[in-house]
């Protein structure tokens, strides 16, 4: 397998598509990502073929080598014991590092702004605990209303255990009413109109209910221009679009890595911060692991910290649940996240213009349609009584379609382009028009 151009990806564009089986299985043979599917272990259905797959916006299909790499460590454990810290075939002390390079490249970062480590929500407690700093009159911090539970547990919580008052502290944007996505601008305006009272917006990079892509790079910017830092949770975005955290000037950001990145249940999730709060650091929770890793084991008492991001890390890391991501992030670096993209792009369009085509009734899709905000999922609304909306939903699965289903009538579906075919994408467009 060889990185391929965007622009030999089919070279489709919208008028190019068309809404038949035929269609896409001509697309299924002329793919020049279409190998990679076979690197992947793909869940099997009632009738014992390979199901069309589009829940990896909740986890991620297994890579085949996954298991050797799991297994090498076991084995590592079993014949070394603690040895294997040091003589281990990736000696443990220094396991994280292997994945600098490859997380580094999604998030479009330096290798040094970027460590896999803790899981997402714990991450997203140590890096409020960082930059979110209430001084004086700036102590607000502006989040998204919708955004996922964890994230809005996490910032309450966290204002209210450093004394501040969540009615006063918290400011919310939130979609126009009648409008499911928010606008970039209706969030920039709420950042100018709050000004000097800003500390921090953190928001999502991909909203997980709509799949909308928010603009990092000008929300960020005007975070900067009132003074305030600006974090992002990138649970769906990693892996899912490209991303520029280093020139884009996110202060931090975080992610989980079971999602895209099929790092497994419950997988190690990562961090990035920005190279400029490397030297004069913002305070932060410390552990040993964060120290430098030439004298850590001196047992000194003072906490020297290991470089950049590294020193952010406060537990040995989990070997076992972190090898699985070394084979996913060894796959993105081969297709390229540029491919990726533009597959994803051609599936999600092939979707939508096919459940219009069937005249599947009363489906809307709340994702929007412009490229640059969305990446490979839809969010697919179907109208009427919830009721109907999650019959359709459950009669997806006998049918060999996964996708997942969002309260109160919202359908997800996410052909993630690593290991979803344009036959799949087909195969749900029919489950639902035949259904509906
Ligand atoms: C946007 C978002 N934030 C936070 C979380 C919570 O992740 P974790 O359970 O890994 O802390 C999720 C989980 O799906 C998520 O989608």
């Known amino acids: 397998m060889t990185r391929t151009a965007p622009s030999s990806i089919l070279g489709l564009t919208a008028a190019d598509l068309k809404p038949t089986a035929e269609f896409a299985a001509w697309c299924d043979a002329h793919d020049p990502l279409a190998s990679f599917r076979d690197e992947f272990e793909i869940p099997r259905g ?54 600098r390079a490859g997380l580094a490249s999604l998030a479009g970062a330096k290798e040094s702004e970027v460590v896999a480590m803790n899981t997402l929500t714990a991450n997203l407690h140590f890096l409020l605990m960082s930059f979110y700093r209430p001084a004086g009159a700036r ?131 990562g961090a990035f911060i920005h190279e400029r709060h490397h030297g004069t650091p913002p305070p932060r929770l410390e552990g040993w692991w964060g120290t430098n890793p030439s004298n850590r084991f001196e047992m000194g008492p003072r906490f020297e910290p290991g470089p950049g991001a590294d020193a952010w890390q ?68 179907l109208e009427g009584p919830p009721e109907r909306a999650r019959r359709v939903f459950e009669s997806l699965k006998p049918r060999g379609v996964y996708c997942d289903f969002r309260h109160p009538r919202v359908i997800r579906a996410a052909p993630a382009p690593l290991y979803t075919s344009f036959g799949d994408c087909w195969r749900l467009v029919d489950a639902i028009a035949s259904v509906l």
């Not at 950001?253 to 990145?261: N, T």
């Open 46 to 99: 009632a009738d014992g073929h390979p199901v069309s797959y589009m829940v990896g916006n909740s986890l991620g299909l297994m890579a085949k080598t996954s298991r050797r790499l799991v297994t090498e460590e076991l084995d590592d454990w079993a014949t070394l014991g603690a040895e294997g810290h040091v003589h281990g075939r990736r000696p443990w002390v220094w396991y994280h590092e292997h994945f």
């Open 139 to 269: 102590r607000r911090i502006l989040v998204e209303r919708g955004a996922f539970p964890s994230d809005r547990f996490a910032v309450r919580s966290f204002v209210r255990a450093i004394g501040g008052e969540e009615a006063i502290d918290v400011v919310e944007v939130a979609p126009r009413e009648g409008e499911e996505c928010l606008r970039n601008a209706d969030i920039e305006a709420t950042i100018a109109r709050e000004g000097d009272s800003l500390a921090l917006v953190l928001l999502s990079g991909v909203q997980y209910y709509t799949g909308q892509v928010l603009d990092i790079a000008n929300i960020t910017r005007a975070a900067h221009a009132v003074g305030a830092r600006c974090g992002w949770d990138l649970a769906h975005a990693m892996g899912n679009v490209e991303l520029r955290l280093h020139d884009w000037g996110a202060d931090f950001a975080c992610w989980c890595s079971y999602k895209y990145l099929n790092g497994g249940p419950g997988a190690v999730a």
């Open 314 to 381: 406060v537990s040995n890391p989990p070997i076992l649940s972190l090898a699985p991501l070394r084979a996913s992030l060894d796959l993105f670096q081969k297709a390229g996240m540029e491919s990726l993209v533009c597959k994803a792009r051609a599936m999600t369009g092939f979707i939508e213009m096919a459940l219009r085509d069937r005249g599947a009734n009363g489906v809307r899709i709340l994702t929007p349609p412009a490229t640059s905000e969305r990446g490979c999922q839809l969010s697919i609304s």
